[in-house]
């Protein structure tokens, strides 16, 4: 098991009990050591990748408060920029930035699942995204310069907003506590709460965000997956024989056993499983997801070769969201049968050891060969400076 990381003063299980889904909290020296892993212009050098999803927030466009343009940006973007008033955002940038990738072991006491994405962003002095909430937990880690952060209320989809703004901003944010973070220090905000975050000199911030789709996204999409499997000939059927008086009326009966149906369908843990393992593993910022296709031969019996001259650790890449429940692992969005071990292993950490014992149960060569062929597994640690050796 991998060694439980501290969040400076304050111990995980206080933190989780106290704060975590509850109140925000500000977390002093998480990262003592910290160093930013990008430069404002390598951020902006992202921003201008077509595969990479990113923004500008504008405070004031042509007269209009708060606007939004979406990357990828050109020199002449940036160039056209004025002194002040933006704010650049990248998002997934876990997915391209190693060192960025290596801060979210940080945030691993909660499941891997769960993360979302890193999201980085910068904004010179003065500047905002201006007064919002989010629907999800964040961790903003201040990655250089400092940051002045209000925190208000919990606020909800009825909150006042700016109005003639694709943005939510508030209208009417009242703050109950300020701080100043400086590098290192980590602002940790609840699902709701609102907090506005003004840049003191050339600001980085880096947003750890977690995925929490909404209960109509989950049965939206489970229910699409039931859908597709269950067959046409399985009807509604009347629960009474006996003759009705009331032949307009909606029984209790009636919805009774409509009740039951539904009940049937999501009382099933292993069938719930499989979707929702999929389901949060499936990436959200790759631009084939969805169109990528399974390995051909040849490429698995490349990775297969790879495999066996390899005899180090293997490394889960920085793209992949791997979990697991029972002996099946989930990658990527796909769901693999393996033996409960190996789908442990494979799904606890990052840095892969002792994957050699595995191979000896069944299925679980192929198994590598498929990861290793869809780039979900590497043989060289993402996270290692350039040029070092794992
Ligand atoms: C930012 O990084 O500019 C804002 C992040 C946030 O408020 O969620
Ligand atoms: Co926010």
């Not at 066996?308 to 990527?332: I, K, M, T, V």
Request: proline share 8%; net charge negative.
């Amino acid at each position: 098991m991998p060694t439980l990381p501290s969040l400076g003063e304050l111990s995980l299980d206080t933190f989780l009990s106290d704060y975590w889904q509850k109140k925000p909290v500000v977390l002093r020296g998480v990262f003592p050591d910290w160093q930013c892993p990008l430069t404002p212009d390598e951020l902006a050098g992202l921003a201008m990748e077509e595969e990479v999803e990113s923004r500008l927030v504008l405070e004031r466009d042509q007269g209009k408060p708060w606007q939004l343009k979406a990357g990828p940006f050109s020199d002449e973007d940036f160039d056209q920029l004025p002194e002040n008033g933006w704010s650049l955002l990248v998002q997934a940038v876990d997915h391209w930035v190693p060192e960025a990738t290596a801060l979210l072991d940080q945030f691993r006491f909660i499941p891997n699942w769960r993360l979302d994405d890193l999201m980085v962003s910068y904004a010179p002095d003065g500047a905002s995204v201006g007064p919002h909430f989010d629907f999800y937990d964040v961790f903003l880690v201040q990655g250089l310069g400092k940051r002045h952060w209000q925190l208000g209320p919990k606020c909800n989809a009825q909150s006042a907003r700016v109005k003639d703004t694709p943005l939510n901003i508030l209208a009417d944010f009242k703050a109950d506590a300020e701080y100043i973070l400086e590098p290192g220090d980590v602002l940790y905000v609840p699902p709701q709460f609102a907090h506005w975050g003004v840049a003191q000199g050339d600001c980085m911030t880096y947003s750890v965000g977690f995925r929490a789709p909404s209960h109509a996204e989950i049965l939206d999409d489970y229910v699409a997956e039931l859908c597709s499997r269950l067959p046409e000939h399985l009807r509604y059927q009347d629960p009474a024989t006996a003759p009705t008086q009331t032949p307009g009326l909606l029984g209790n009966d009636a919805l009774s056993a409509l009740q039951a149906l539904l009940t049937e369908q999501i009382n099933q843990p292993q069938q719930l499983a499989q979707w929702f393992g999929k389901y949060m593993t499936e990436p959200k910022y790759l631009p084939d997801q969805g169109t990528e296709t399974a390995p051909d031969q040849e490429a698995l019996s490349q990775a297969a070769a790879e495999l066996q001259e390899h005899d180090g650790p293997l490394f889960q890449a920085p793209d992949a969201r791997f979990a697991y429940f029972e002996s099946q692992l989930f990658a990527n969005g796909e769901r693999y049968e393996c033996d409960a071990e190996t789908a442990a292993l494979l799904a606890n950490t990052r840095c892969i050891s002792g994957w050699q014992a595995q191979v000896t149960q069944p299925g679980v060569a192929a198994l590598l060969s498929q990861l290793v062929a869809r780039d979900l597994l590497w043989f060289e640690d993402p996270t290692a400076p350039e040029g070092e050796d794992e």
